[in-house]
């Protein structure tokens, strides 16, 4: 029988969303992650235009959107050697699969982490082990997950730190599997990918790409996979029998997003002004920021439990996560996303210097 799944932690959160609620100003809700900027236009378009759509989409993909995916492996992770290339349906349906698709038995994920890397684990029935980021001491395991840039953390991965899980992963022979979905929002840091650090041998990595956030696209759900082309074929075996399939729509949507830069730029200045705005208040009222170097949030302590620092933020309107929702190692941390509008995470700071008087 399966483990029991972990409660769904946002409940948790539910009684602070509705002290935030009462805030005269209303609240600033920085705790899901879920992008407010709109979907640029003319990825818009490119679905609206593919909306005539009577036939199946084919779970592989259509030849354009892995020419696309393709170009942008190549071009943005610098990947080398044979490859192979999958759209996924958002990337936590991946996550979550997984280890049941490749039949994993032991699956390793980080000790700070997004939850579903040990969902997934559970739904396989699999022996699921958190670990720490130094791959030499990592136990002998099916599969590992690592996360660059991390959510909750921001932290970005050194080149040492990714040869060291892909020396994990051919010693075992097992998979191993890079979380890259936040890869184009560097800050201080500037991410790079598992892929430029295989020397062009593949075998048993894969790296996760999210069109979600790059491109606010989080309601179309697009996502894909780039690796070890034998690993992803017999992934692709068993999404064909199970009916995983993008929808044409939004593969010809994911064509589009891949095929330009610069809106990619734009959102990347944006989450990285705001957590500009963000960080000197947060300072001011006694956190610590740590991390943070990319990606979407600010993983910041005040050196007590988290749930103290998130009903401090609750009593000015402000919702954001307990890092305990990450791991029990989170649980002096707080995370804020900096999904909210300019004006928003503005009237955030601003409560919070009028606050704390700077
Ligand atoms: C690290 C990480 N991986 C995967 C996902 C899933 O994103 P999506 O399913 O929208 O691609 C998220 C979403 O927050 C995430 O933070």
Redesign the pocket.
Known sequence: MRQKLPDFPWDALAPYGAIARTHPEGAIDLSV?TPVDPTPEFIQSAFRDASNSPGYPVTIGTPELRDAITAWAKKTLGATGDFGVLP?I????F?AWLPTLIEAHSVLYPDVA?P?YLVGALLAEAEATAVNLDASQWPAADMAWV?TP??PTGRVHSEAEFRSAIAWSRKNKSVLVS?E??LEFGDSVQPTSILQYTDGDNSNILG?Y????RSSM?GY?G?YLVGDPVLIAKILEVRKHAGMMVPLPVQKAMVAALSEQKHVAEQRARYNARRATLAPALIAAGFTIDNSEAGLYIWATRNENCWDSVSWLADLGIIATPGVFYGELGSRHIRIAMTATDVQIHDAAGRIHAKVGA
Do not use: I, P
Request: hydrophobic content about 25%; proline content about 0%; overall charge positive.
């Open positions: 992650g996924l958002g990337s936590k349906e996550v997004y579903t996360n991390s959510n979380d979905c936040y996760v999210s069109l979600s956030k989080a759900r996502a």
